[in-house]
């Protein structure tokens, strides 16, 4: 992983070396980066994952590093040491998820490229105490870096991978026989139900026609639920579900009164019984705003759409500048409406300069698709 790290800064132009920062510091005068991996943790969230069930799960570790920036007189203090650092810094955060391209050195393809997971960059805080524990010592200076993560790097056990013998497959005779269900005994389960795998889109706006993927979908008595919103069916198969997102006669979505727009579970379930069902797993699904026009009446924004929130709903609004890419304003301060079909910024003209923006509204954390255009005379 080290290899790696480098590899990629160095392709960027930068001297980069690996090593105690105090070491790099007595190889050469010349300015360089330094690369120092001074803690290995396990990853907390993939500490039981195995590759293929059955099997054991392999190590999959945190590697934390500091990164130290030199000028041509080894200091690490300096302005010219410090603008390095910056570089090095901006260069590490494009990265963010570390690619094995062809550029990348064979050994150290091989020795990452079965990983089954992305490897991802995230900096850490380097304070002084952190700072001042990685380089204690008699002969080592306290020297300004920065803290930054790579996760998770796979390390296999050594043991052999299981296996078994085909189904179907009379292994007593010389050569095999090819038996196929004959004289093949299994004991099948009834089905314990629907089984969700995805849902396409993923975000969704009022109206829109889901396709949900599984097992076992295609039952007469199958309902689909939106939050606690009964979606209307379109199609039945073994396999998948097509949907509408508008919610069954009498509880509408765009009415605003049933959902409001975030994020939400999606579960199919079987009516076995007027009172009792059986559920599928849970999806999240993102149900998004809608947002038809945007218009200043007398210096109040003025917005009109579906699931534009209400007042418990956690909504905000941005002014984006296109010209040069920048949220001039945020207002997380706005008047809704019970139905959700509008919403009012009072005196929104006049928190911004003059010109033109695209007004971006989030609601509960997902974001409209359409971001109209308004002009701030």
């Known amino acids: 992983m080290t290899r790696l790290l480098q590899d990629h800064l160095i392709r960027r132009g930068f001297e980069v070396s690996i090593g105690k920062p105090e070491d790099a510091a007595r190889n050469d005068t010349n300015e360089k980066l330094n690369l120092f991996l001074y803690e290995t943790a396990f990853d907390p969230h993939l500490r039981n ?5 059955g099997e054991p799960p392999p190590l999959w570790l945190v590697l934390k590093f500091l ?47 079965h990983n089954p997971e992305p490897l991802k960059l995230s900096f850490d ?38 296996g078994s013998l085909l189904v179907g497959i009379d292994y007593s005779t010389a050569p095999e026989t090819l038996i196929g269900r004959d004289g093949v005994q299994i004991e099948v389960l009834p089905s314990l139900g629907a089984r969700l795998d995805r849902v396409e889109p993923a975000g969704f706006e009022v109206g829109a026609t889901l396709t949900l993927y599984g097992d076992d979908l295609s039952a007469s008595s199958m309902e689909v639920l939106l939050g606690n919103v009964p979606l209307s069916i ?6 998948r579900l097509i949907v509408t997102a508008e919610g069954s006669p009498g509880t509408p979505i765009a009415s605003g009164t049933t959902l409001s727009a975030g994020e939400m ?23 998004l705003p809608t947002v038809h026009s945007a218009a200043l009446v007398a210096g109040n924004l003025e917005l009109q759409g579906l699931l534009l929130g209400n007042a418990s709903d956690d909504t905000m609004v941005l002014f984006y500048r296109e010209s040069d ?17 509008t919403l009012s910024i009072p005196g929104a003209a006049a928190a911004v300069p003059a010109g033109s923006y695209r007004v971006i509204l989030r609601v509960n954390n997902q974001q409209a698709k359409a971001s109209p255009i308004v002009v701030v005379p």
């Open 234 to 239: 379109v199609e039945r198969q073994v396999d």
């Open 125 to 162: 805080e380097s304070n002084a105490e952190l700072l001042s524990k990685t380089m204690q010592g008699t002969d080592e200076r306290y020297r300004l870096s920065v803290a930054f993560q790579m996760r998770p790097v796979m390390i296999v056990p050594a043991s052999l991978p299981r």
């Open 49 to 53: 994952l195995a590759l293929r069930d």
């Open 325 to 341: 890419g920048v949220t001039v304003h945020l207002f997380d301060t706005v008047t809704s409406a019970p139905d959700q079909q």
């Open 67 to 113: 990164l130290t920036a030199f000028d041509t007189t080894e200091s690490s203090d300096s302005a010219a040491a410090h603008e390095l650092l910056g570089r090095g810094m901006a260069a590490l955060h494009e990265l963010n998820f570390l690619r094995l391209d062809p550029l990348v050195p064979l050994d150290v393809q091989l020795a990452l490229e």
């Open 265 to 287: 579970p999606l579960v199919v379930r079987r009516r076995l019984s007027p009172t009792r069902t059986r559920s599928s797993n849970l999806l999240a699904a993102r149900l």
